[in-house]
């Protein structure tokens, strides 16, 4: 397995592409902006896309979505409650900001808890880690969590947004939390980690702080 990576737009999201070496499939996670470099960062690994992936349909993770398509229509997978955001919120929220905004057409298919994904001969189950989004998703499998914006190296995503919700979000963690140590984690912001790393020095997954109302 090789995970390629590019961190795009304005809230320096990170968009993932996973790729099967033994079949040459690929996932794209989080299309998030700057599509023709993603495209481009397809095109030059030779690998096949099979699938886009969305952990949640924040505007930073989706807004690259419609021009990937545009060069490669593959179906594209996101858990129904982040819905409001990929239908509505993102593009009023791109409004708000100023920011240019691409809307996607809607996803092909939903993506529940417990459901196993391949990408070739690799297999990644969907876990839903609500609530920094009601809809988010990590992707669990091959000794990686591509978990969004749940987890962060020593830190978690924001739980003051539209449809966010602490209590539930702390629930999250410690769900991710039960993953081996050794799993290496891909964030949806900044660098990579792993379940122990963060166990020894993240507040928020070892339990010496709590997500709270802010
Ligand atoms: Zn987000
Ligand atoms: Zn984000």
Partial sequence: MKILSR????FQANCYLVIDDATGSAVLIDPGADGAEL?????????????????????????????????????????????PFFDTLSARMAEVYGLPFD??????????????????????TVMHVPRHAPGLVSFNGEDVALCGDLLFAGSIGRTDLPLSDPQAMHESLARIA???????????????????????????????????SR
Avoid at 47 to 73: K, M, N, Q, S
């Fill in 103 to 124: 809307q996607p057409d809607p996803p092909d298919d939903e993506l529940a808890e417990g459901e196993v994904l391949a990408c070739g001969n690799l297999r990644f």
């Fill in 178 to 212: 039960t993953l081996a140590e050794e799993t290496t984690v891909y964030p949806g912001h900044g660098g990579i980690t792993t379940i122990g790393e963060e166990l020894k020095s993240n507040p928020f997954l070892s339990g010496r702080a709590r997500v709270v």
């Fill in 39 to 83: 495209v481009e960062m397809v095109r030059a690994s030779g690998a096949t896309l099979e699938e886009i992936w969305l952990t949640h349909g924040h505007i930073d993770h989706i807004g690259g979505v419609a021009e990937v398509r545009r060069h490669y229509p593959v179906p594209v997978r996101l858990h129904p409650l982040d819905r």
């Fill in 7 to 10: 961190t795009v737009g304005p």
